[in-house]
């Protein structure tokens, strides 16, 4: 079986959300040209931002019907990280929480997007 290498979210504006990741997870672009952006998430997984109005063949789906789940070490991280996305403007779609598999909260990217942080109790 193939090796699980890449997560593709379809955008609005692929530069505009190639930029908002970038930033806010610290990693660079590898690719960066009209309707298409991509960086890294991990050490052999990749994130890449296609233009939704280019995708062939067409997306069905409503824009921001994705999910990135995101998982840190405890609930502290959790609080922390959302406190820093809080700081650099994300939209809060639910404030840290307490669920049945542990402690999340989840933002929205541009698209409206969801990024799960949670820590597993």
Excluded: C
């Excluded at 930033?23 to 309707?35: Q, S, T």
């Excluded at 296609?50 to 789940?69: H, K, N, Q």
């Excluded at 820093?84 to 698209?111: E, H, S």
């Amino acid at each position: 079986m193939s090796e699980f290498s890449f997560v593709l979210l379809y955008v609005a504006d692929a530069q505009a959300s190639g930029a908002f990741y970038s930033k806010l997870l610290g990693r660079p672009l590898v690719e960066d040209h009209p309707g298409f952006a991509m960086l890294p998430l991990r050490e052999g997984v990749m994130l890449g931002l296609w233009a939704r109005d280019t995708v062939e063949p067409l997306a069905a789906g409503t824009p921001g019907s994705g999910e990135i789940a995101f998982s840190v070490a405890d609930a502290d991280a959790v609080a922390a990280t959302h406190a820093d996305w809080k700081a650099r403007g994300l939209a809060i779609a639910q404030t840290p929480t307490a669920m049945n598999f542990g402690t999340t909260f989840v933002a929205l990217d541009p698209d409206g997007h969801r990024l799960r942080v949670f820590a597993r109790t």
